[in-house]
């Protein structure tokens, strides 16, 4: 059991247990140790998004990390990809990115990316937490042997490059008006210059952060301003990010909220029909539509599901060879160019496609009639609500009542104290009377 890491890195209130300046040094000190090893000057990158607290971690990460020796190079707001993208490229040991993503400001959180800029595995997790809870004291680096900081220039332009690089040479984004909504995060200043500089006529929303606004009413998350944007200006598309820009939603020309089962779809068969896929499929969760899956399965393409998160998505990418995967939730997951989500790449890659059939967005961009799915959350307290006995008969009388038409998803979130119930099928009034008595049982076992 892990006490401290969810499925994306450690993740809480700021200022509250465990989400402290007190923890972050601790963090510090215990995974720059752990990625310790030989005389060489060991470097770790840390990036940021725009929240408050953000400035109270970073300093407590760097007090950490210089405290065992290692050198710290701070990126500053920056993507969570470009964190990922910067480790490789800056030849660090490590690479942490200080960020809640999708979250409000008052949440905040720390993951971690290996050299090889992947996300670190669960049992690398569990030696952190195991040095976390052990003194450190004695493992500090000499006086002589401290770490130095510093913040590197140039780190917007390496990424914006490294995005746009992403697409042919001779591919230009002009003549589309391009509204983009940065969600006041990480890729404010990084996402509209990308665009812009690609020839797209971008109109930005998001963008101005002041520590307290990230996901406010604005990004991935809340895509209704965006819609009424596009509406306004007439633009082609409207993409938002989250907080942290590892995930993309698309608006289309109509205003309607386009979501990442349909980018998937949209990537899938345009990679198919260009010969890159390296595998006959593509991989998501147990959350993704089963309209993608029919979809897929018209094309000749596998479904591969995994557990929720997209660093589980990854981690089968990688182990079976698959260079497309996902979340519905807008992680895209692209192997060829980057080691985790890139809502940025992502929404690039959908940008050419539109180019490329010359077709409006909506056309484009849908590409199967969804199955009736619906999700409802329920938040709990403490305890399992999940191993009761009531909620247990419950789950087992849903999945009898879908039968073979449809699926059944009960899960814990990973970063909220929440129990997330989904059920998805041909009959929408059976899905929404299951959803909802399950709820309903839960939270009875939940108070």
Request: proline share 4%; glycine share 10%; aromatic share 6%.
């Amino acid at each position: 059991m892990r006490k401290f890491f969810g499925t994306d890195g450690i993740r809480g209130r700021a200022n509250t247990p465990p989400m402290t300046a007190e923890l972050a040094l601790k963090v510090g000190m215990a995974a720059g140790l752990s990625f310790k090893n030989g005389g060489h000057r060991h470097r770790v990158v840390i990036g940021k998004d725009t929240r408050l607290s953000g400035y109270m971690l970073e300093n407590a990460l760097v007090a950490g990390f210089t405290s065992v020796g290692m050198d710290v190079f701070l990126l500053g707001p920056m993507p969570t990809p470009s964190v990922a993208m910067l480790t490789r490229s800056l030849r660090a040991d490590l690479g942490v990115m200080i960020s809640a993503s999708h979250n409000p400001f008052y949440d905040n959180g720390i993951k971690f990316f290996g050299p090889d800029g992947f996300k670190l595995s669960d049992a690398i997790e569990l030696e952190i937490e195991s040095l976390l809870e052990s003194d450190l004291a004695p493992r500090l680096a000499a006086s002589q042997e401290l770490g130095r900081a510093k913040r590197i220039e140039g780190a917007q332009q390496r990424y914006i490059e490294f995005a746009k690089r992403t697409l042919p040479r001779e591919m230009s984004l002009e003549g589309l008006r391009v509204v983009l909504d940065c969600a006041n995060g990480a890729a404010y200043k990084v996402a509209p210059e990308a665009l812009w500089e690609l020839g797209a006529d971008v109109v930005t929303m998001g963008v101005t952060p002041d520590g307290f606004n990230i996901n406010k009413d604005c990004g991935s998350t809340a895509p209704e301003a965006l819609s009424r944007k596009v509406h306004e200006v007439r633009a082609d598309i409207g993409i938002a990010l989250d907080g942290d820009a590892d995930r993309v939603i698309i608006v289309d020309e109509n205003g309607q909220v386009i979501d990442g089962d349909q980018l998937m779809a949209v990537v899938a068969q345009s990679w198919q029909s260009a010969g890159r896929l390296s595998q006959p499929g593509i991989v998501a969760t147990v959350m993704s539509n089963l309209g993608l899956e029919r979809y897929l399965g018209d094309l000749g393409l596998s479904l591969a599901r995994t557990k929720v998160g997209d660093r589980y998505v990854v981690e089968h990418m990688r182990s079976h060879g698959f260079n497309v995967g996902g979340e519905q939730s807008g992680h895209i997951v692209l192997s060829d160019f980057a080691t985790t989500g890139d809502g940025l790449i992502a929404a690039l890659q959908v940008l050419a496609c539109v180019k490329d059939q010359n077709r409006p967005v909506s056309e484009v961009c849908r590409r199967f009639d969804p199955v009736p799915q619906l999700l409802k959350n329920v938040r709990y307290a403490g305890g399992s609500p999940l191993e009761t006995q009531p909620v247990k008969e419950a789950i087992r009388e849903g999945e009898d009542r879908l039968g073979t038409s449809g699926r059944l998803v009960i899960r814990a979130s990973g970063t909220e104290p929440l129990i997330r119930v989904m059920a998805e099928g041909d009959d929408e009034t059976l899905v929404h009377k299951v959803v909802n008595d399950i709820a309903e049982v839960v939270a009875r076992s939940a108070a």
